[in-house]
């Protein structure tokens, strides 16, 4: 039988807390991991009672645990988490582990304890956390989702699964396989592919039709990624957004280019021909016919600029890399076709490769040609530079033509609201604004009264849409 003395130096070395304590809860004996754990002395505290050291809150059970423990007829463990004061006043989270084990070498019921607080604290911010997502999520109006690697089983789904795919919650967590039949029958194909390369740790980005109780007249936006844990795919998740109004416009945008592309078109030409027809048989209306003509082909401009909007507003955004001098230059060459006597220096021009969209050239034509359309000046002289700035391409047209009216400019930047005075104005800049908008860049207008410097400004690579290779045209 080990001696009381030899013990209590082996206990000295234990870095758990050990005290003895006797029926009432008086410490008989504590190791010396007791200064490290609480700050206190050994001979500090043997003699006094623990539960006058617990917090409040924590006594009765760690009593209750304790007497239930030392009452029990047969060998009985028991463990407890509790807080224990230190010498400092601060409270020390303790899991205990008491046993009613006794010995004649030991003076009381042993109680080996180890400090918790550091995982208590982690557990108290993880719960917290997970508290303030479940919050969100419940009010949150797109579908935040999780499964299991292989679909097998719903980990999470917040409640807005049921408005927008149009069945329970509990049918899904039931049989995670049902979501699929919430999916258009002529989508189901895309999505059971999207969903097999996600469970082989590919992403997924794609929109599909859902809700047969609509009809599967909603359509979601959904994002997904796989979760790889050594090598394998554990979790699914990702989010499904409605973008059911946004195909909506799409299609109303749709119905409106078909009817500029055809109706509009051919009546204007038409139009125009008639014109001619007039001038031709009574040369006397040559005036009035010129008037007829040039608002004929204003319309059909504009009719051809709309068109370019719809496309721009209606097509997925896809950028390309490509070399932004070539871009400019392909839009500078077709307003210097159009307007012999203006001179366009582009001799600043750097080569600067960026991710754009195809349809960069036409803003920089609608810019350059509106500058030199608004010069006072039999030869306008406008100045195009391109160069790059801090990751960002900055295309610079500087022109001689008065100030840009406000209202323009305001269109340009962004800032332009429609009013009942002023419904619109030329459609060429609000293409230009559409391009940069859409490439996440902006314009801005110095308007001076020498002329006008407009500045394009976007990344060079963008934030997170697809990027095709293409080559260095416009």
Same mark, same amino acid.
């Given at each position: 039988?080990?001696?009381?003395?030899?013990?209590?130096?082996?206990?000295?070395?234990?870095?758990?807390?050990?005290?003895?304590?006797?029926?009432?809860?008086?410490?008989?004996?504590?190791?010396?991991?007791?200064?490290?754990?609480?700050?206190?002395?050994?001979?500090?505290?043997?003699?006094?009672?623990?539960?006058?050291?617990?917090?409040?809150?924590?006594?009765?059970?760690?009593?209750?645990?304790?007497?239930?423990?030392?009452?029990?007829?047969?060998?009985?463990?028991?463990?407890?988490?509790?807080?224990?004061?230190?010498?400092?006043?601060?409270?020390?989270?303790?899991?205990?582990?008491?046993?009613?084990?006794?010995?004649?070498?030991?003076?009381?019921?042993?109680?080996?304890?180890?400090?918790?607080?550091?995982?208590?604290?982690?557990?108290?911010?993880?719960?917290?956390?997970?508290?303030?997502?479940?919050?969100?999520?419940?009010?949150?109006?797109?579908?935040?989702?999780?499964?299991?690697?292989?679909?097998?089983?719903? @980990?999470?789904?917040?409640?807005?699964?049921?408005?927008?795919?149009?069945?329970?919650?509990?049918?899904?967590?039931?049989?995670?396989?049902?979501?699929?039949?919430?999916?258009?029958?002529?989508?189901?194909?895309?999505?059971?592919?999207?969903?097999?390369?996600?469970?082989?740790?590919?992403?997924?980005?794609?929109?599909?039709?859902?809700?047969?109780?609509?009809?599967?007249?909603?359509?979601?936006?959904?994002?997904?990624?796989?979760?790889?844990?050594?090598?394998?795919?554990?979790?699914?998740?990702?989010?499904?957004?409605?973008?059911?109004?946004?195909?909506?416009?799409?299609?109303? @945008?749709?119905?409106?280019?078909?009817? @500029?592309?055809?109706?509009?078109?051919?009546?204007?030409?038409?139009?125009?021909?008639?014109?001619?027809?007039?001038?031709?048989?009574?040369?006397?209306?040559?005036?009035?016919?010129?008037?007829?003509?040039?608002?004929?082909?204003?319309?059909?401009?504009?009719?051809?600029?709309?068109?370019?909007?719809?496309?721009?507003?209606?097509?997925?955004?896809?950028?390309?890399?490509?070399?932004?001098?070539?871009?400019?230059?392909?839009?500078?060459?077709?307003?210097?076709?159009?307007?012999?006597?203006?001179?366009?220096?582009?001799?600043?021009?750097?080569?600067?490769?960026?991710?754009?969209?195809?349809?960069?050239?036409?803003?920089?034509?609608?810019?350059?040609?509106?500058?030199?359309?608004?010069?006072?000046?039999?030869?306008?002289?406008?100045?195009?530079?391109?160069?790059?700035?801090?990751?960002?391409?900055?295309?610079?047209?500087?022109?001689?033509?008065?100030?840009?009216?406000?209202?323009?400019?305001?269109?340009?930047?962004?800032?332009?609201?429609?009013?009942?005075?002023?419904?619109?104005?030329?459609?060429?800049?609000?293409?230009?604004?559409?391009?940069?908008?859409?490439?996440?860049?902006?314009?801005?207008?110095?308007?001076?009264?020498?002329?006008?410097?407009?500045?394009?400004?976007?990344?060079?690579?963008?934030?997170?849409?697809?990027?095709?290779?293409?080559?260095?045209?416009?």
């Amino acid at each position: 039988m080990v001696e009381s003395a030899s013990l209590g130096v082996l206990l000295d070395h234990v870095q758990d807390k050990i005290v003895l304590l006797d029926e009432r809860g008086k410490m008989t004996y504590a190791n010396d991991a007791v200064e490290q754990t609480l700050g206190y002395e050994p001979d500090d505290i043997v003699g006094e009672n623990t539960f006058d050291y617990i917090h409040p809150d924590d006594v009765a059970e760690v009593r209750d645990t304790f007497e239930r423990t030392i009452a029990a007829d047969e060998f009985t463990e028991n463990t407890v988490e509790y807080r224990f004061r230190a010498s400092d006043g601060s409270w020390v989270w303790l899991e205990s582990r008491v046993s009613n084990l006794t010995d004649a070498a030991l003076d009381g019921y042993v109680v080996s304890s180890r400090d918790i607080t550091d995982r208590v604290a982690a557990e108290r911010e993880q719960a917290e956390t997970a508290t303030r997502l479940q919050e969100l999520s419940a009010v949150a109006g797109d579908v935040l989702w999780m499964f299991s690697g292989d679909w097998s089983e719903l @980990l999470f789904v917040n409640p807005a699964y049921e408005d927008m795919y149009g069945k329970p919650v509990e049918q899904l967590r039931e049989d995670p396989a049902s979501f699929i039949e919430t999916v258009h029958p002529d989508d189901r194909p895309r999505v059971k592919e999207a969903m097999e390369r996600l469970s082989e740790g590919i992403p997924a980005e794609m929109e599909y039709r859902v809700n047969p109780e609509y009809g599967y007249e909603v359509s979601v936006w959904v994002q997904a990624e796989p979760i790889v844990e050594e090598g394998s795919v554990v979790r699914i998740t990702g989010f499904s957004r409605d973008v059911t109004d946004r195909k909506r416009r799409q299609r109303q @945008l749709c119905v409106m280019d078909k009817l @500029l592309r055809h109706n509009l078109r051919n009546d204007l030409t038409t139009i125009l021909g008639q014109a001619e027809l007039i001038e031709e048989q009574a040369p006397e209306t040559s005036e009035r016919v010129a008037v007829i003509r040039r608002t004929g082909e204003e319309l059909m401009d504009s009719a051809e600029k709309q068109r370019d909007i719809i496309d721009i507003l209606t097509t997925d955004v896809r950028f390309e890399r490509r070399d932004v001098r070539a871009v400019v230059e392909r839009g500078v060459e077709v307003v210097a076709d159009r307007f012999d006597s203006a001179h366009i220096d582009v001799n600043g021009l750097s080569s600067v490769h960026a991710s754009v969209l195809p349809q960069l050239h036409l803003a920089v034509t609608e810019l350059v040609e509106n500058a030199v359309r608004h010069s006072d000046r039999a030869a306008p002289q406008i100045d195009v530079t391109v160069r790059a700035e801090d990751r960002h391409v900055v295309i610079e047209i500087r022109d001689d033509a008065p100030p840009i009216p406000a209202n323009e400019a305001q269109v340009l930047t962004g800032e332009y609201e429609m009013s009942d005075i002023y419904h619109s104005t030329g459609l060429g800049l609000w293409l230009a604004y559409w391009v940069l908008n859409l490439m996440d860049g902006r314009i801005t207008v110095d308007r001076e009264p020498a002329g006008n410097r407009i500045r394009l400004r976007f990344a060079d690579q963008p934030r997170s849409t697809p990027v095709e290779s293409a080559g260095s045209g416009g």
